[in-house]
């Protein structure tokens, strides 16, 4: 699986920013997706996650109320639409990829279980 992120950038706090990811080599149908994000010196993060048909979506605590999380079945892409930022969310922000998958959404918020990544997109946040 390939997974291309983009969409990242420079706003001010309060503005809004979308993230895209399309994937390539496996069914996207098959493919349950999320965004983590890794800022210098800290552990990559989990931000949203999406079940494979987009019933579902899990999303960080630190995202909730901000970030929404979507997927284009027509298009093979998942979107991360994130508003009113804050500094604390500069960071690069990395699309992953989990084939197959067949446990819940909140069992995957660690980096561990998720088996593809792309190469990430910076997002900077000033205040």
């Known amino acids: 699986v390939q997974l291309q992120a983009s969409g990242g950038g420079l706003v001010q706090t309060g503005g809004s920013l979308r993230l895209s990811c399309a994937a390539s080599?496996?069914?996207?149908?098959?493919?349950?997706m999320a965004w983590f994000r890794q800022a210098p010196g800290k552990e990559r993060e989990f931000v949203a996650a999406i079940s494979r048909r987009g019933g579902s979506t899990q999303l960080a605590d630190s995202a909730r109320g901000r970030f929404s999380i979507s997927r284009d079945s027509a298009r093979d892409t998942v979107t991360l639409q994130m508003t009113n930022l804050k500094p604390e969310d500069t960071a690069v922000y990395l699309c992953?990829?989990?084939?197959?998958?067949?446990?819940?959404?909140?069992?995957?918020?660690?980096?561990?279980?998720?088996?593809?990544w792309g190469q990430g997109t910076q997002v900077t946040v000033s205040s």
């Open positions: 992953a990829a989990r084939w197959r998958s067949s446990q819940a959404l909140s069992e995957l918020t660690t980096s561990r279980p998720w088996s593809y």
């Open positions: 080599g496996r069914v996207f149908a098959d493919l349950t």
